[in-house]
T-cell receptor, first 113, second 114 residues
Framework: QKEVEQDPGPLSVPEGAIVSLNCTYS??????FMWYRQYSRKGPELLMY????GNKEDGRFTAQVDKSSKYISLFIRDSQPSDSATYLC?????????????FGTGTRLKVLA | NAGVTQTPKFQVLKTGQSMTLQCAQD?????MSWYRQDPGMGLRLIHY???????DQGEVPNGYNVSRSTTEDFPLRLLSAAPSQTSVYFC?????????????FGPGTRLTVL
């Protein structure tokens, strides 16, 4: 079983829709939770990070962490065609190797104009 | 700032050939890493470095060597290329060990081994 599970998609939504992207994980030591956006043939770029449980909002993006369920989510409001990309979740544990991250496989999102 | 740069962008090798993937950053970051990205596998850590002269293995180090002689550069060497090393390779850097430190990725090198 992978430490981090993420539905690969693809997920197609109409412009303006609310998008929900999710990851589940098995390692209770994870404390830092991140979402990266990766455009085609580009490197990943950090969208948001959250420490421990709770919500964090940044413009149209909201990240949620539910440590009791080992479940994290990224919501995109008023989705735009420019949001079309692959979204990777990533996690890091305070008790694990300091310099290592565990990444999900990514969910491919397509927002249709 | 150029951020994290990688060369070449694309490379085709024959089995058994060796080559070096270059990575450089101009942000004075201590921590640098190499990842490979394969379909259905996500990003997997190959090697990482916590500063000049210090490197360590990641999740999938076999067949790769690294060195870190300067803060800026972190080259990845393929010793004897194999088809299983066909992948997209990303270099990344970050300032420190805090979980809130942003990890910056380069644009990637697409490698095909025939």
């Amino acid at each position: 079983q992978k430490e981090v599970e993420q539905d690969p998609g693809p997920l197609s939504v109409p412009e303006g829709a609310i998008v929900s992207l999710n990851c589940t994980y098995s390692n209770s030591a994870f404390q830092y939770f991140m979402w990266y956006r990766q455009y085609s043939r580009k490197g990943p770029e950090l969208l948001m990070y959250t420490y421990s449980s709770g919500n964090k909002e940044d413009g149209r993006f909201t990240a949620q962490v539910d440590k009791s369920s080992k479940y994290i989510s990224l919501f995109i409001r008023d989705s735009q065609p420019s949001d079309s990309a692959t979204y990777l979740c990533a996690m890091r544990g305070v008790t694990s190797g300091t310099y290592k991250y565990i990444f999900g496989t990514g969910t491919r999102l397509k927002v249709l104009a | 700032n150029a951020g994290v740069t990688q060369t070449p962008k694309f490379q085709v090798l024959k089995t058994g050939q060796s080559m070096t993937l270059q990575c450089a950053q101009d942000m004075n970051h201590e921590y640098m890493s190499w990842y490979r990205q394969d379909p259905g596998m996500g990003l997997r850590l190959i090697h990482y470095s916590v500063g000049a002269g210090i490197t360590d293995q990641g999740e999938v180090p076999n067949g790769y060597n690294v060195s870190r002689s300067t803060t800026e550069d972190f080259p990845l060497r393929l010793l004897s290329a194999a088809p299983s090393q066909t992948s997209v390779y990303f270099c990344a850097s970050r300032k420190g060990t805090s979980g809130t430190d942003t990890q910056y990725f380069g644009p990637g090198t697409r490698l095909t081994v025939l």
